[in-house]
């Protein structure tokens, strides 16, 4: 099932007084935020850890499941944190579009969208998981450590154009 188009606008106004472009034609299509997002070797993910505090942490983003996937270990800080709480910022800079994209990281439990993400790491990095009994491993590494999948469900997402000038809110 295809994902519905977020509602792109103008992030600021002329109200704002600010330096940003109020032309709505500079609007970036979503089109132009989920290349970048396929396109990103790499992305900095901010989680919540109990106590309230910010935790944020380099991955590697995937495309899959019509969304942002990333994996983690259970163990680690931010799988500890996801654990907690789901909501989590992530950012991403690129070429023509810098984005910033606020919403809910959750479990990819189903096996069938599992084996989706796991050929989008395999993809685009090179990176072989396997998947045994709704698990996933790292066979490649000593003791064959698990991970869990997870996707964002975005809420709203921020786009800032290479100019400086330009930014574009999507809500979801």
Known sequence: MPAPTPVAELLFSDADATPMSTDATTV??????RACLQRAPKAWLSTVRPDGRPHAMPLMPVWADESVCFTTR???RKGRNLAHSGHCVLTVAGPDLDLVLEGTAVPV???ARQQEVTDAFLTKYGWSLSLRGGRIHDDGLPGS???GFYRITPLRAYGYGSDGLTA???RF
């Open 145 to 147: 450590p698990e991970y």
């Open 168 to 170: 574009t809110r999507w």
């Open 74 to 76: 259970p163990g680690s």
């Open 109 to 111: 439990l189903d096996p």
């Open 28 to 33: 970036k299509p979503w089109a132009q935020a």
